[in-house]
């Protein structure tokens, strides 16, 4: 018997309009006027209503690389920014690239994670004869590093790349990350001729540039299309990457779909002279004029499907150092939808697009059941937001256990104030109950 909520007055991101949501029994029961004696009772009046947010792309170190993140720490900053779900990535250690690994993953999971939560299976050169095996129910697909990543999970032959393709469930997408390796590297022996054995970090872009990712994608769009698989690209930094993706909704037809990331939306080549490498990730963050391109498409067209956030934690003693030895990555679960919906405010895009692309799509594109939508019989994953008010990043606020974020010092304009996970309150003003755990989520 789950917790009894009436939320009265809501006003909902994606139309505007206000309602009052019943929960009971981790479920939305009643959307519309709704009176009830012995339920709990929240006024939202001025707050916005969202579905929780499903974020399919983060990096929760868990296992083997716990000093910077783990599964409890990094949920615990997903609910205090109102993601209620989350896919997580296989490049861990050991590694998400045999079934025991992965169900290690879920064990640890029902353990620590306070909220929602699913494992991509790695692909490798030589692990394509499991992947006709996967549990289509329970995961969300197959990541797969083309020509960019650590260990034996860079897929760089093309005969493993189509095995991979052909072997993924035809439901579910292949998800892949998409540099080419040989460019990259052409790239990094002439910028340290003239730069040095560790360039400054704004030669990044320039090692990992636009055409290592277009070269890239193009060719997983091919090889996609070869075995008649569907194709989710992830973290598409540049212009040139839209052309190669569709204008239209998405449906069953829909076979590549498009991820934006959040720095990429946000930061642009300039921001390395005042961030340096807390911004340095992989694939880079680009020029103004990708960054634009990015925006415009989310705003005015269906080329791009989702907004995930790619968190990837590290130690800020980690990030030191210029392009070759600074790591890349950085946290941004718990500010992902206050920063979205900060460009909804500026104009750059609208709260539609908002829900769209950060709950709806997501859980549309990898059918993932009963969650994404406000909608009656579906799981109670809410988030409301304050929209008029303004408070300031500082270090005490971050619940990622690396304890910094590239955001610090910036004033926002939206704020959490509750964050419910299947009908449960997991956070409210400022405080997780870190005692609660979220379930598995259920596909298709």
């Not at 499991?130 to 093309?158: C, E």
């Not at 020029?287 to 130690?315: C, F, I, M």
Request: glycine share 6%; hydrophobic share 40%.
């Amino acid at each position: 018997m789950g917790m009894h909520y009436i939320i009265k007055n809501a006003t909902l991101a994606e139309n505007g309009q206000v309602v009052d949501v019943e929960i009971a029994d981790e479920r939305i029961v009643t959307i519309g006027k709704v009176s009830a004696t012995d339920a709990e009772v929240i006024d939202a009046t001025g707050l916005l209503l969202l579905p929780g947010v499903i974020d399919d792309h983060v990096h929760f170190r868990d296992p083997g690389l716990t000093h910077k993140a783990d599964m409890h720490t990094e949920s615990c900053a997903a609910a205090a920014g109102g993601v209620t779900s989350y896919l997580e990535m296989p490049n861990t250690t050991p590694q998400t690239t045999t079934i025991e690994a992965l169900n290690d993953k879920f064990e640890d999971a029902a353990r620590k994670s306070v909220v929602n939560y699913s494992f991509f299976f790695g692909a490798t050169n030589d692990n394509a004869d499991v992947l006709p095996t996967l549990d289509v129910r329970h995961i969300p697909g197959v990541k797969l590093f083309m020509g960019s990543s650590t260990g034996n999970m860079l897929v760089d032959k093309r005969e493993a790349l189509l095995k991979v393709f052909g072997n993924t469930p035809s439901c579910m997408p292949v998800m892949a990350h998409c540099e080419e390796m040989s460019i990259i590297n052409e790239n990094t022996t002439a910028i340290k001729a003239a730069h040095g054995d560790d360039p400054d970090v704004s030669y990044h872009p320039v090692i990992r540039n636009a055409q290592a990712c277009y070269e890239s994608s193009k060719l997983a769009v091919e090889m996609a299309k070869k075995a008649d698989a569907r194709l989710h690209i992830a973290h598409i930094t540049t212009a040139m990457e839209l052309d190669l993706l569709e204008d239209k909704p998405l449906s069953a037809d829909k076979k590549i779909t498009g991820e934006v990331c959040i720095p990429h939306l946000i930061f642009n080549d300039s921001d390395y002279n005042t961030l340096g490498a807390r911004i340095k990730c992989n694939p880079a963050v680009k020029t103004a004029s990708d960054q634009e391109a990015l925006l415009a498409a989310l705003k005015n067209t269906d080329k791009l499907d989702v907004v995930g956030t790619d968190h990837a934690p590290h130690l800020l003693s980690e990030k030191q150092g210029g392009c070759l030895k600074a790591v890349s990555g950085m946290p941004m679960v718990q500010f992902s939808l206050v920063t979205m919906l900060d460009l909804a405010k500026e104009g750059k895009i609208t709260y539609a697009d908002v829900v769209k692309r950060m709950c709806q799509m997501p859980a549309t594109l990898f059918g993932i059941n009963n969650r994404g939508y406000i909608k009656e019989g579906n799981y109670a994953d809410l988030v409301l937001v304050n929209p008029a008010t303004e408070w300031t990043l500082r270090a005490d606020d971050i619940l990622s256990k690396c304890k910094w974020s590239p955001l610090e010092g910036h004033t926002f304009h939206h704020k959490v104030q509750y964050t419910f996970c299947n009908g449960h309150l997991v956070y409210k003003d400022g405080i997780v109950d870190d005692s609660y755990r979220g379930k598995p989520l259920s596909f298709r």
